[in-house]
């Protein structure tokens, strides 16, 4: 499954969210694809990550090869409404429109990066026709098929620059993402006055996330809310409200968060000792189990079966 030269950067030693270089604790290496890399506990952030990046060349190979292999769940021979509907894109498109939109000037600019089928752009149309739409996805195979007619145009990823946004939305983005600190910093430069920028990502604290299952290159970083709370306030950013329900209720275990851009930016305390210490209790560790290995023989042996596109309608039944 994997090329066994030139996968891995360089590695620097650094905390991918917060920059630190100590205390920096190697729990264990990623085994889903095993391309070389580890998952680190950041002992100054709290926060998780695996390391060393990948290349270019191996990012592109695991995106256009490994990953609808890695998550046959989301693999599909059609991306037409029946896929759209087992995986309940317009629902949670919706309810995410529903949760921004009164915040959004009239007419105001809207950015999704990695807008994926582009339900949540084509269901804030729905509700708010004044907005401008904009939109970035590398994965031309299911890209804007739930925009509904909606309006958008359509940007080069990591080339958002030309105006400023009322609105930044990156809904399970931010954990691909090589350099988070700078990416937020580099939005938070886009936003207009007043402008914000929401997130959600996984929870790696949450019961879905604490399997070592769910540690893969697809996720560079693993969140907890104050270690992403920490790497906001280091991109600049403040928080505008912190959402007690839960953001999408058919994904459980997420965080969600909506920025502004900070004039006076501060850094948070560094994460106590207690807050490591259940980061270390609660983040996934490295398991060898006959059950897993029989779990993981059976997927393989379906994929092989079946191919992920075929497999991947039975699994979203």
Known sequence: MTDPVNRLLPEDGRCRLCGATVDQRRIGQESAVKYGQWLFRCGQCAGAYLAPGLTKAASHRFYAQDYRRLFPIEAARAYDDAYLEQI??????????GMVQAGIPLQGAVLEIGCGTGAFLGQLHRLRPDLQLYGSEIDRR????ALDGAPLTWLPPDDYS?????LIALFHVLEHVDDPRT???????LLSPGGRIVVEVPDSLAAASRSWKAVHPAHLSYFTARSLDRLAACAGLKEVTESTEQPV?????VIWREWQANPAPAPLPLASAEEVALVDRLLPAPSGSARNRLTGLA???AL??????RLGPSLRR
């Open 88 to 97: 309940a894109a317009r629902q949670t498109g919706l309810h995410r429109a």
């Open 142 to 145: 299911i890209a804007g098929c």
């Open 162 to 166: 030309g105006r400023s946004y009322d």
């Open 183 to 189: 990416q937020l910093s580099t939005l938070r430069d």
């Open 249 to 253: 209720p058919m994904i459980p275990g």
């Open 299 to 301: 997927k393989r042996t």
């Open 304 to 309: 092989w079966l079946l191919g992920p596109e």
